[in-house]
Structure formats: C-alpha cells, structure tokens
C-alpha cells in the first residue's frame, strides 16, 4: 500500500523558516520523481517543486525560486521541502507527490497535506 506522511507545517510569522518532511513506504522512494504540491484556500493546486532520483537536479517555481529547498533521503524514503523567507502568499495545504517534474502528479499519488499558515 503506498502510503504519503506529511508532516511539519504551522503557523509562522512572515519572513519565517518552516521544514516540511514527508515519510514514503509502499513504492520504491529511490527511483521515484519526487514533488510537491501546493493548494491555497480557494484557488487550485500549483506545483512546487520536483526532484530527480538522486537528488542532484531539483526545479522550482519561479515565486518560490531562492527561498525553498527540496532534498530528499533515500535511505528513509523520506522527501523534505525547507521553506525560508516565507510570505502570507505561500499559505496553503502542502502535499507531497510521486512522480511529476515541472508538472502536478495525479492527485491519486499525493498525501494528505500539511497546513502551512504564515500570518503575522
């Protein structure tokens, strides 16, 4: 069963630093693309970020682009986003996904999310 655990998301001040991480089992995390994804209260998903299977190539979206880190760690079928700088515009429910590289998964591939919520 392919399972995706998000988790490290809250409320944080702008200009604020958030890790989110999310734990894989079920498939095999060391030859999958890796993204994620992102939903704002009212708007549709937008995709984030991906990450190749090494960890070696990584793409963003431009409004994040210098702010958040994708990595990943084999080992632990585990994928992390390090979101720095954050804004009021990057409040949304975070998920990550397998598969995609420039382009939202299938939602069928996502986990559950994490609140992300940055308010001052």
């Known amino acids: 069963q392919v399972q995706l655990v998000e988790s490290g998301g809250g409320l944080v001040q702008p200009g604020g630093s958030l890790r989110l991480s999310c734990v894989t089992s079920?498939?095999?995390?060391?030859?999958?693309?890796m993204s994620w994804v992102r939903q704002a209260p009212g708007k549709g998903p937008e995709w984030v970020s991906s990450?190749?299977?090494?960890?070696?190539?990584?793409i963003y979206t431009e409004t994040v682009k210098g702010r958040f880190t994708i990595s990943r760690d084999n080992a632990k079928s585990t994928l992390f986003l390090l979101m720095n700088s954050l804004a009021p515009e990057d409040t949304a429910q975070y998920y990550c996904?397998?598969?995609?590289?420039?382009?939202?998964?299938?939602?069928?591939?996502w986990g559950q999310g994490t609140q992300v919520i940055v308010s001052s």
């Open positions: 079920g498939f095999s995390f060391n030859t999958s693309l």
């Open positions: 996904a397998r598969g995609g590289w420039g382009t939202i998964p299938a939602r069928v591939s």
């Open positions: 990450i190749n299977f090494s960890g070696a190539a990584t």
